[in-house]
């Protein structure tokens, strides 16, 4: 969100440069994005009164200028602009001044005729903002001549733009940064004024009526105003719309845009004339009811959308966008303001199946205050007569089921000093507070903090301390070291296992989901189990929630393909997915009727992977576990993975797991048609295999010799077979082999391929020489062309 640095002058005393203010208020917890600075480049641009304008003799489209600035002699100016005529007054850029890009003007001949500088645009000054510029500025004419711009026309300007999370909607306004900045420098901020007097006497509510018909409408609220005139609004309010990124339309329209970015309560005006039935109702829409918005579109409505409704008419889109019915036009007399709030979530919801993102809906779906409504009534109210646009008719409509009130939080002080660790006193907390309008009273040791409705972001003591911390400063607190507790008390081996299993995955990349353990029986036919499987004999449930919730999965496959699918039919590109659930195998023993619960990690994956993404997740799950002496052996029977592309892990004897590419008749079973990998593992077999016991060595004493080895063997020869040979050869001196480039190409036989090695050779006890390293390593090669014929590249 953009905040002119000059609007928050109008209510709070900024003593400091807007790059210190924005640190300082980054510092309080207010994140500022970027400080926006122009024309502060601005130099040696005065005011001048073109005394004669004559043609250049060379040039069509060049006129040359007598200018006077107060000098003795007039300045001659050579220019191409059209707009202006003799006796106007405009900027002027002498010789050696400075544009707000930073252009250097210098004095130079046009066509042959000097020219001692230039005319400048309000582009050239950096206040044009959104403004079609069609020439020079031309300035009042009682404006003074030979005068620094810079004390005619506010050229400098900054811009702070703000980052606001979802939680603090009431910083989305001018008056809400206010109240942080007073905060932050220590100053009080004043509110605009709020007063305005009823000349019409006629009470509204005896000529409108307004029903809410749902519960998404929180408030409703209408004024009236009559003999309005239309006419553009004063430069001053245009020139802080358009500092803040509104373009000014008109007077009514301008003060509804200036008041939402002030207050942050949204609003629309209606011209009376066209509610004809005198009742507004809210309510939703009809399904593909059909309605044009104030932008000339016409939009497709649902019944999940709430609008404003002239008897059954609609009129606008509540929170969203007024209607085209119902705008105000050059000729419009009578006026209907509307102050309401709205639920946040269903104007979300609207907004992007509309595809029409608005200021007030952005606002609206972070669900405002609901008591702004009636500040913002009466601030456009007194704009309304401030700037003479029309007469403000007597009574107000306001429709208010629920009254949302303030609310008390009691707060021990000495738990705030302990939770933030500093050394603070109660009537500095205190003050801390009340700076960010937190009423606060000190009741012996305890705070009883008055928090405004407009604070809906604090609820517990802990947001307190909050407040009071990035008030106090963060910069006040003193570092600390965390404190480490090195035993998990109170958890069994196995919980800690699962914990510190948790963090390796999610380490890894992986996301964590939840699935259900009761399935449809239609399950085993999509992920292709055979018809005399024992996974088919699963336990049924007595009382299912219906056939898709009927068996407890004996597979988890199934509902981790479930998960993947939901995330690709979502347009997600990718999903990195792993469950720790149960499966539930009946006891073959019939005489034991509980079954055998197996508890499984399954981890899914799909987009931008491969089998070896995968593969790294699960070695690094087991090196993390320091589970030792596990190896990889294809798996070609198991009828839900790819018969090449999937291997089960054995640790010892025992089998852990499996992991490989799904079939892809599976994952079309599910509608992902992108090759999709899953993993099994048992986590029993991986608890009993993990060590978290940890053992280090000292680092080595003697240096390294590293060897490369590049062999050619044949293409169907194992990567594992060659390492089991290299291992076993390399004896006590192989500390570590690395394979770092297969190759098949013109340089290798047909049906071979090439496979290097880098091997690391160190002992504990002495430095390894040539001799020694060359022994092992001939032997490896040795054993390599005798168990796999293998050649030395």
């Known amino acids: 969100m953009k905040v002119p640095v000059n609007w928050l002058k109008d209510y709070v005393d900024i003593d400091v440069t807007p790059e210190e203010l924005g640190d300082a208020l980054t510092l309080s917890g207010s994140k500022v994005e970027e400080v926006i600075v122009s024309g502060a480049n601005i130099e040696n641009i005065v005011t001048g009164k073109i005394k004669k304008i004559e043609q250049h003799p060379e040039a069509e489209k060049l006129v040359i200028c007598q200018v006077d600035i107060a000098k003795e002699e007039l300045l001659q100016i050579v220019t191409g602009a059209t707009n202006m005529k003799e006796e106007d007054i405009v900027p002027v850029a002498l010789h050696g001044s400075t544009l707000a890009d930073g252009t250097k003007i210098k004095k130079g001949k046009l066509r042959g005729v000097v020219s001692n500088g230039m005319f400048c645009s309000k582009e050239e000054l950096g206040i044009a903002n959104d403004e079609v510029v069609l020439g020079l500025m031309i300035l009042p004419e009682d404006t003074a001549i030979g005068v620094d711009i810079k004390k005619v026309v506010s050229v400098e300007k900054a811009v702070l733009d703000f980052e606001i999370t979802s939680n603090r909607p009431d910083c989305m306004s001018v008056i809400g940064m206010a109240r942080e900045t007073a905060a932050t420098l220590d100053k009080i901020y004043n509110l605009p004024a709020l007063s305005y007097t009823e000349k019409i006497e006629e009470d509204i509510n005896n000529s409108l009526k307004v029903e809410i018909k749902d519960p998404l409408c929180k408030r409703y609220m209408a004024k009236g105003v009559k003999n309005v005139k239309i006419q553009p609004s004063p430069k001053w309010m245009q020139e802080r719309l358009l500092e803040a990124g509104v373009r000014p339309i008109n007077n009514i329209v301008d003060i509804t845009n200036f008041v939402m970015v002030e207050f942050g309560q949204p609003m629309h005006a209606f011209d009376r004339r066209q509610i004809t039935s005198n009742t507004i109702v809210i309510e939703r829409a009809l399904d593909n009811e059909k309605f044009v918005t104030l932008d000339g579109q016409e939009r497709i409505l649902d019944s999940t959308m709430l609008t404003i409704k002239d008897g059954e008419r609609t009129i606008a889109l509540a929170g969203i966008m007024g209607g085209l019915n119902s705008e105000v036009k050059d000729d419009t007399n009578e006026i209907i303001f509307e102050f309401a709030n709205f639920d946040g979530t269903n104007i979300r919801l609207s907004s992007k199946k509309l595809n029409l993102r608005t200021d007030a809906s952005g606002k609206f779906e972070k669900d405002i205050d609901v008591n702004l409504a009636e500040i913002a009534l009466k601030r456009v109210c007194n704009l309304v007569e401030d700037l003479a646009a029309g007469e403000i008719m007597e009574g107000v409509i306001d429709i208010y089921p629920e009254i949302k009130e303030p609310h008390i939080l009691t707060v021990d002080s000495n738990w705030v000093k302990a939770f933030l660790g500093i050394?603070?006193?109660?009537?500095?907390?205190?003050?801390?507070?009340?700076?960010?309008?937190?009423?606060?009273?000190?009741?012996?040791?305890?705070?009883?903090?008055?928090?405004?409705?407009?604070?809906?972001?604090?609820?517990?003591?802990?947001?307190?301390?909050?407040?009071?911390?990035?008030?106090?400063?963060?910069n006040n607190i003193p570092s600390t070291l965390p404190t480490i507790e090195t035993l998990k008390a109170g958890k069994s081996e196995k919980q800690i296992l699962e914990d510190t299993l948790i963090n390796i995955l999610i380490g890894s990349g992986v996301n964590q989901s939840i699935a259900y353990s009761f399935v449809s029986p239609k399950v085993f036919d999509k992920v292709l189990i055979s018809q005399d499987s024992y996974l088919r004999n699963a336990v049924k449930i007595r009382n299912p929630l219906g056939e898709d919730y009927s068996i407890m999965r004996t597979t988890s496959i199934p509902s981790m393909m479930e998960s993947l699918g939901r995330n690709y039919s979502r347009n997600n590109e990718y999903a990195r997915l792993f469950e720790i659930g149960k499966t539930y195998i009946p006891n073959v023993d019939e005489?034991?009727?509980?079954?055998?619960?197996?508890?499984?990690?399954?981890?899914?994956?799909?987009?931008?992977?491969?089998?070896?993404?995968?593969?790294?997740?699960?070695?690094?799950?087991?090196?993390?576990?320091?589970?030792?002496?596990?190896?990889?052996?294809?798996?070609?029977?198991?009828?839900?993975?790819?018969?090449?592309?999937?291997?089960?892990?054995?640790?010892?004897?025992?089998?852990?797991?499996?992991?490989?590419?799904?079939?892809?008749?599976?994952?079309?079973?599910?509608?992902?048609?992108?090759?999709?990998?899953?993993?099994?593992?048992?986590?029993?077999?991986?608890?009993?295999?993990?060590?978290?016991?940890?053992?280090?060595?000292?680092?080595?004493?003697?240096?390294?010799?590293?060897?490369?080895?590049?062999?050619?063997?044949?293409?169907?020869?194992?990567?594992?077979?060659?390492?089991?040979?290299?291992?076993?050869?390399?004896g006590r001196i192989l500390e570590s082999i690395k394979l770092f480039d297969v190759y098949e190409g013109k340089q290798i036989a047909e049906g071979k391929k090439s496979v290097a090695y880098s091997l690391k050779y160190r002992v504990q006890d002495k430095t390894l020489t040539d001799k020694d390293v060359n022994k092992v390593q001939d032997k490896i090669l040795k054993t390599l062309e005798y168990n796999l014929g293998a050649e030395l590249r």
């Open 591 to 730: 005489n034991i009727k509980l079954p055998e619960e197996k508890e499984v990690l399954t981890i899914g994956l799909y987009g931008g992977v491969d089998y070896f993404d995968l593969k790294g997740v699960v070695e690094n799950i087991l090196a993390k576990l320091f589970v030792e002496k596990f190896e990889f052996k294809r798996e070609s029977e198991n009828p839900s993975y790819h018969p090449g592309k999937t291997a089960a892990i054995y640790v010892g004897k025992e089998l852990l797991g499996v992991l490989g590419e799904v079939h892809p008749d599976v994952a079309g079973n599910y509608g992902v048609d992108e090759n999709c990998y899953l993993a099994e593992i048992n986590l029993e077999v991986l608890y009993k295999n993990a060590n978290l016991d940890r053992k280090y060595k000292p680092l080595p004493k003697y240096p390294a010799v590293t060897r490369d080895l590049a062999v050619i063997l044949d293409k169907s020869t194992l990567v594992k077979d060659i390492e089991e040979i290299i291992w076993k050869q390399g």
């Open 423 to 474: 050394d603070i006193s109660v009537k500095e907390m205190a003050n801390c507070l009340n700076k960010l309008d937190l009423i606060t009273a000190i009741e012996g040791d305890s705070l009883q903090v008055h928090v405004p409705t407009f604070r809906s972001d604090v609820n517990i003591k802990e947001d307190v301390a909050e407040e009071i911390a990035r008030i106090y400063g963060y």
